[in-house]
């Protein structure tokens, strides 16, 4: 009977060990899979359209492969309606960033910001049949009660966490524009990018193939809002 449960126990111990290998060689054999953070850049442009400076953002971005979102002031849509209609065309995003890009006029009241909105809301629509459910406020900063109202009326406010200088650096060349850029963006996974594209913003469209660039080597994916 001794002998029997010593068998049994062995026999036992056996079939473990060989269990124990078994998975052992297979735990070994299987990869380790690392998951990396996705990395992911928004090009925004504000103040345009204007006819020269967008019009070469857009043939860089064509080239490129690359879309972006455009913040539109209404009243510089007119004599560059095909401007407008281009960036629709060519799969970017059109968000509204006010009617007249004057301070006094915008934030006034709630209700000459609400017709600010509507007012420029409505050149992207009758001029592309494109109706925009963004929103960049002209200036930034935090502005409570017109918050609450672009939530009503369905927009979606677009901020930035970096900037290329072009509004911030006087007379920045192009150089300069793509090192704030980089800079600024530092080692976000998320990140949005200022820039402008009116009329006085050469600069801007010089800079844009190398910031497109640094980006693509750095393994960010190109989104728009």
């Known amino acids: 009977m ?77 004599g560059r309606e095909e401007v407008l209609r281009r960036i629709v065309a060519e799969g970017h995003t059109v968000g509204v960033h006010s009617a007249s890009h004057r301070y006094d006029v915008i934030y006034g009241s709630d209700e000459a910001f609400r017709k600010d909105v509507t007012a420029c809301a409505g050149v992207i629509e009758r001029c592309t049949g494109v109706f925009p459910h963004v929103y960049r406020f002209p200036g930034g900063g935090r502005h409570p009660s017109k918050e609450s109202i672009l939530k009503d009326l369905g927009y979606e406010i677009v901020w930035w966490n970096a900037v290329c200088g072009d509004e911030e650096i006087p007379h920045a060349d192009a150089e300069t524009l793509v ?24 600069a801007t469209a010089d800079a844009l193939p190398d910031i497109i660039d640094h980006f693509l080597e750095n393994h960010y994916t190109f989104k728009v809002f």
């Open 2 to 78: 001794q002998k029997r449960w010593v068998t049994a126990v062995i026999f036992c111990l056996a079939v473990i060990l060989m269990l124990a290998a078994h998975l052992s060689g297979r735990n070994m054999a299987t990869p380790a899979f690392t998951f990396a953070e996705e990395k992911e850049i928004y090009l925004t442009f504000d103040d345009g359209p204007s006819t020269k400076v967008t019009g070469r953002i857009l043939d860089t971005l064509k080239e490129k492969g690359v879309k972006a979102t455009f913040f539109i002031v209404g009243d510089r849509v007119y």
């Open 179 to 202: 090192k704030t850029a980089i800079s600024t963006a530092g080692e976000k996974a998320r990140v949005v990018l200022l820039l402008h594209d009116s009329a006085y913003r050469a």
